[in-house]
């Protein structure tokens, strides 16, 4: 199109949200008629005619309709795409055509209206003040952490000679009854914590010293708002018989214990070893922490304008991960509003965020270079169990490089960061 026969142009209804007014020249519009009615007439057929012999006029009268929609979407398309390549605009949102006038012999207008991210300034980031927290590693630190592997390598055995304590696995049978219509419940052998936090309090009441053999009875009246709709707003009377008792055993902190649970040389290995991994994960703490107060420093002193589309995409990203990892089986409407609004905010957080981080790379010089990507599929690889060859087979037939790049290129903004804010 040239510059003279152009007249489209660009509206800014906001800093995300843009329009442009296509008119694009009646001649265009025509040629563009002309090829696709030769297309239709060299392939449609009419009663009377051999395929593709059936005169022009007669094809344009009785698809005239469908031939103009077909330019649309030949034209429309095409011209925004120059408009856009021009502008240097890109949309993140599916463009909308609006008000589309079109008559022949008279050139073809319409309002396209579509998102685009938002440009913004940022401010002094070298300038931003985080405090300083404490990395160091308690002895109190390594003796939580010893317990965790000693309870990680704890065993259960069989116990007999005593009843049922808190904390031990019980192997039982329970059977349910209904106290008013008295109809049973099959019976059920599970396995049981007692004492759980979970359990019915007269469950963990009824096992408290029972030993093996040894049946014992138990009520419990379920609220109507129960869980499990089965037993909600019923009594039931249970029938519990302790088959075997386990105790739970943890071992003795030992340089047996310290080999058996790892390549360690002994208990002093083991505890070295265990410092030094809690100081590299409060090293690392550390430093998200303080990549997050500074990127909520800089949010704060920019004026930025998220893409409704972009939020609500990331928005339900985020939703259906929150409801997966629930796996509630129902949801209340109320339970269900506060997650939607929780999974906004997060989004617009992280979008905020990914923004900020992708303009401070800009404005450093900061790229991801091929080294970068090998050492990530190297730690992939390593993380997995698996080749190198065999990740970066994967990455690329799942299409996740630029998903790497990204998360690259975001790390080495943050370490960019952490390195040059002002640390009091």
């Known amino acids: 199109m040239s510059e003279e026969a152009k007249k489209s142009r660009l509206i800014d209804r906001s800093p995300s949200r843009k329009e442009i007014e296509l008119e694009i020249p009646a001649e265009e519009v025509e040629t563009e008629y002309e090829r696709i009615l ?3 007439a060299g392939r449609v057929k009419i009663a009377g005619f051999r395929k593709g012999h059936a005169p022009r006029d007669l094809v344009k009268s009785l698809f005239d309709h469908d031939i ?5 979407d030949v034209l429309i398309p095409r011209s925004l795409d120059q408009e856009l390549k021009a502008l240097r605009l890109e949309p993140v949102s599916a463009p909308v055509v609006r008000d589309l006038d079109y008559e022949p ?9 579509f998102e685009v991210l938002p440009e913004f300034d940022l401010p002094d980031y070298r300038a931003i003040q985080v405090p300083r927290r404490p990395a160091a590693v308690e002895e109190a630190d390594i003796a939580k952490a010893l317990e965790e592997i000693r309870a990680g390598a704890a065993e259960y055995v069989p116990v007999s000679g005593r009843g049922v304590a808190e904390g031990d696995y019980v192997v039982a049978e329970i059977q349910g009854k209904d106290a008013k219509t008295r109809r049973l419940l099959p019976v059920e052998k599970s396995v049981i914590l007692a004492g759980h936090a979970d359990n019915e309090s007269a469950l963990n009441e009824a096992l408290r010293g029972q030993k093996p ?16 709709k ?4 019923r009594d039931f009377e249970y029938r519990l018989k302790v088959s075997e008792i386990k105790e739970k055993r943890v071992p003795e902190l030992s340089d047996e214990f310290a080999k058996s649970v790892g390549d360690y040389a002994g208990l002093d290995d083991l505890k070295g070893r265990v410092r030094a991994e809690l100081a590299e994960s409060r ?3 550390n430093r998200s922490a303080a990549a997050s107060e500074v990127l909520g420093a800089i949010a704060k002193q920019v004026s930025l304008e998220l893409p409704d589309s972009v939020v609500e995409k990331e928005a339900l990203a985020i939703l259906k991960r929150s409801l997966e990892a629930a796996r509630a089986p129902r949801i209340s409407a109320q339970a269900l509003d506060e997650l939607k609004t929780r999974a906004r905010r997060q989004a617009a957080e992280r979008l905020t965020n990914r923004l900020i981080l ?3 790379a800009r404005q450093e010089g900061l790229e991801v270079r091929e080294e970068d990507i090998q050492g990530e599929i190297r730690s992939l690889a ?7 060859s065999a990740v970066a087979q994967a990455v690329e037939r799942e299409g996740r490089m630029d998903e790497i790049r990204e998360t690259l290129l975001i790390r080495k903004t943050v370490d960019f960061l952490i390195k040059n804010v002002i640390i009091n």
């Open 230 to 233: 089965r037993v909600a707003g």
């Open 283 to 285: 090293e690392r703490a």
């Open 105 to 113: 012999g008279r050139p073809l207008r319409c309002t396209v209206a």
């Open 358 to 360: 992708e303009k401070i």
């Open 213 to 228: 053999g040894e049946e014992r009875v138990f009520r419990v009246s379920y609220g109507k708002d129960h869980a499990n």
């Open 382 to 388: 390593q993380a997995n169990k698996v080749s190198e």
């Open 68 to 72: 103009v929609h077909d330019a649309y």
């Open 38 to 40: 030769g297309d239709y």
